[in-house]
């Protein structure tokens, strides 16, 4: 998961703060890993991903296995006695293309350092055109309980514009064979906003994810980052940016739909159909849980320290070979940062967040926010908590920004 603040560089240490391991295995522990091999490179993504052309001969999946296996190693040790896991999630990049024995080695590389906790959630992301019947049961078999599929539309030119390759029907089909692996958990990936989408075009991928019978449905709006081909076609005005009032309006779509039909939002972009079907794991990063982040780029966080590892799969293993931490920084958050973050994260949750969180003046704010409609006038006065309405998603971040100034 990427730092929520800006990340300042501190020197690198070998272990943690007592401060930060006490109390670790009372809160929720993940472990993360993540891949960092593409097929192709989408023209919208900024993640820390790699083509085959863009890595030399001697980094590979295999050299990336082995320093994964190494730092995983090296987690347990600093940890201590680690706390098994309670939840796995393998993203990427694209997991998939390591194929259903490679995500067996990444797992028991995981049961190897940390072990799993009884019922322990286990995710993989997966892009349909690297899936298969027989890879959806390998996975089950080798313990996976949880797959994530990147669908991201079912209109073939939105597809076509976000550099996707897979075609429009085969993340429905993919869906269908992890069902019938045993998989009884599957979210569909959906993009919204991408230029040149039209409103029926979001209608027959909400109608597509829909028809697949999935339990969860992430909806993301598309963001140009800096530095993507896409950011350089909107650059050139070779296509318009996101328009803020059509996402608004996409966002009502997409939960007009999904709601009626038993998914509910969770977090703001999530929707799942039962408790059970929630992610488990990223539940665990916006309640202030632990994890380890392992792989190239992937950022940890224990106790109020975060660190993110070097990001180049060549300088990782060669890192790890050596006996050194593949970290590149770290930083210490203050109450101050934590309490934001808090309130950052909890409150884009259902439940919302307690006006315990938040100064005299938070709370203030939050009954103005409440009298604007923005948060749910009765759960402040019957709970004590800020719960966003329908409109106070659509401005979660302003609302933020008002509670914590």
């Known amino acids: 998961m990427p730092a929520l603040l800006p990340e300042t560089t501190a020197p690198v240490a070998a272990g943690l703060p007592e401060s930060a391991l006490k109390g670790l295995g009372t809160r929720p522990f993940g472990v993360y890993v993540h891949v960092p091999f593409c097929a192709t490179r989408c023209g919208y993504c900024d993640f820390n991903t790699y083509t085959a052309g863009?890595?030399?001969?001697?980094?590979?999946?295999?050299?990336w296995l082995d320093g994964l296996k190494l730092e995983l190693e090296h987690a347990a040790?600093?940890?201590?006695?680690?706390?098994?896991?309670?939840?796995?999630?393998?993203?990427g990049g694209t997991p998939s293309l390591l194929g259903a024995d490679g995500l067996r080695s990444v797992l028991d590389a995981v049961r190897d350092s940390f072990g799993l906790a009884p019922?322990?959630?286990?995710?993989?992301?997966?892009?349909?055109?690297?899936?298969?019947?027989?890879?959806?049961a390998g996975i089950r078999d080798a313990g996976f309980t949880r797959v994530s599929l990147g669908m991201q539309s079912a209109a073939q030119?939105?597809?076509?514009?976000?550099?996707?390759?897979?075609?429009?029907?085969?993340?429905?089909?993919?869906?269908?064979?992890?069902?019938?692996?045993?998989?009884?958990?599957?979210?569909?990936?959906?993009?919204?906003?991408?230029?040149?989408?039209?409103?029926?075009?979001?209608?027959?991928?909400?109608?597509?994810?829909?028809?697949a019978g999935v339990d969860h449905v992430s909806a993301y709006a598309l963001i140009v980052?800096?530095?993507?081909?896409?950011?350089?076609?909107?650059?050139?005005?070779?296509?318009?940016?996101?328009?803020?009032?059509?996402l608004a309006a996409d966002y009502e779509l997409i939960d007009s739909v999904l709601a009626p039909a038993g998914l509910r939002w969770y977090e703001v972009s999530n929707w799942a159909s039962s408790e059970?079907?929630?992610?488990?794991?990223?539940?665990?990063?916006?309640?202030?849980?632990?994890?380890?982040?392992?792989g190239p780029g992937a950022h940890s966080h224990v106790g109020g320290v975060r660190w993110w590892n070097v990001k180049h799969p060549a300088r990782y293993a060669s890192l790890l070979a050596a006996g050194d931490s593949p970290e590149a920084g770290r930083e210490v958050l203050t109450e101050a940062d934590?309490?934001?973050?808090?309130?950052?994260?909890?409150?884009?949750?259902?439940?919302?967040?307690?006006?315990?969180?938040?100064?005299?003046?938070?709370?203030?704010?939050?009954?103005?926010?409440?009298?604007?409609?923005?948060?749910?006038?009765?759960?402040?006065?019957?709970?004590?908590?800020?719960?966003?309405?329908?409109?106070?998603?659509?401005?979660?971040?302003?609302?933020?920004?008002?509670?914590?100034?």
């Open 157 to 211: 030119h939105v597809l076509k514009i976000l550099d996707r390759v897979h075609t429009p029907g085969r993340p429905v089909a993919a869906a269908a064979e992890a069902r019938a692996a045993g998989f009884e958990h599957v979210n569909l990936d959906v993009i919204y906003g991408t230029p040149g989408e039209r409103v029926e075009d979001l209608r027959a991928s909400l109608d597509a994810v829909l028809a």
């Open 276 to 294: 059970e079907a929630r992610c488990r794991h990223n539940i665990g990063y916006w309640r202030g849980g632990d994890w380890w982040g392992a």
């Open 54 to 63: 863009e890595l030399d001969s001697a980094t590979s999946p295999q050299s």
């Open 338 to 405: 934590q309490q934001l973050e808090r309130v950052m994260l909890e409150l884009r949750l259902s439940e919302g967040l307690s006006l315990d969180a938040l100064d005299e003046d938070g709370v203030r704010e939050a009954r103005v926010a409440a009298a604007e409609g923005l948060l749910d006038s009765s759960t402040l006065d019957t709970s004590g908590r800020a719960v966003l309405t329908d409109r106070g998603r659509l401005l979660a971040d302003g609302v933020v920004r008002r509670l914590v100034p």
């Open 77 to 91: 040790r600093v940890l201590g006695a680690p706390p098994a896991a309670d939840t796995v999630f393998v993203g």
């Open 119 to 136: 019922g322990a959630e286990v995710t993989t992301e997966s892009n349909p055109e690297s899936t298969s019947p027989e890879f959806f």
């Open 225 to 246: 980052e800096e530095g993507t081909a896409l950011a350089r076609r909107v650059r050139r005005g070779e296509l318009p940016a996101p328009d803020d009032d059509v």
